[in-house]
């Protein structure tokens, strides 16, 4: 079965400064998409960023990138220029291709500080 | 279409009460999902549809919990029994294709 580890239960950033959460994944499948999701408070989750397994480049969405590394199984999510509105949960999760379930990591709370 | 749509937003039960649940997808999606989500965890996956067929069920699905998906179009989630350890977030999820997942608001059980 394949897992998904969120390292950091709680993260705080001052706003305009630069924040990596950190994500790891286990599987034995080459191809599988990966997910980072947002769920602020009392709100519903909402995509931030995606990443297909087979491509190389690292996928980009304005202030969000994602630093994939497939042999490491790890897949972190930087935010840019943070945001008070950046605060909220933040999920990582994984998808195999040919399946349709999708794991989640526990979550890190990211809190930014005005 | 205004994306994934659940009923109700939140429920509170006596245990051992049944409780229904319904989600709405986003229309043209055929595949929809739920989840449970306990406060502080990730969402934890219980059953997957495609169209109306129930592809797969996870383990935390007991014999009290069962989903349907009749027309392809909604689905419903029924807790029968209701155990207090079923007070959670209900989350509903639609796709189509290699799309990412589209989540409902969710639906909050608390059972007394």
């Known amino acids: 079965a394949q897992t998904v580890t969120q390292s950091q239960p709680e993260m705080s950033v001052q706003e305009a400064e630069t924040v990596t959460l950190s994500c790891t994944y286990d599987?034995?499948?080459?191809?599988?998409?990966l997910f980072w999701y947002k769920q602020p408070p009392s709100r519903q989750m909402i995509l931030v960023i995606r990443?297909?397994?087979?491509?190389?480049q690292n996928a980009t969405e304005n202030r969000f990138s994602v630093n994939f590394q497939k042999a490491a199984k790890s897949f972190s999510l930087k935010i840019s220029d943070s945001q008070l509105g950046d605060t909220a949960m933040y999920f990582c999760a994984f998808m195999k291709l040919n399946n349709n379930d999708m794991r989640f990591g526990a979550g890190t709370r990211l809190t930014v500080k005005p | 279409d205004t994306g994934v749509s659940q009923d109700p937003r939140h429920k509170i039960t006596k245990r051992g009460q049944n409780v229904t649940f319904r989600c709405d997808p986003i229309s043209e999606h055929n595949r929809l999902y739920w989840y449970r989500q306990t406060l502080g965890q990730g969402p934890e996956f219980l059953t997957y549809?495609?169209?109306?067929?129930?592809?797969?069920k996870s383990r935390l699905l007991s014999d009290r919990f069962s989903a349907e998906r009749p027309k392809g179009s909604f689905s419903t989630l029924e807790i029968q029994r209701t155990e207090q350890g079923d007070s959670a977030m209900y989350l509903c999820?639609?796709?189509?294709?290699?799309?990412?997942?589209?989540f409902g608001q969710g639906t909050r059980l608390t059972v007394v």
């Open positions: 599987t034995s499948e080459s191809n599988y998409y």
């Open positions: 549809f495609q169209n109306e067929a129930q592809l797969e």
């Open positions: 999820a639609s796709r189509q294709g290699r799309t990412e997942a589209f």
């Open positions: 990443q297909e397994a087979y491509k190389q």
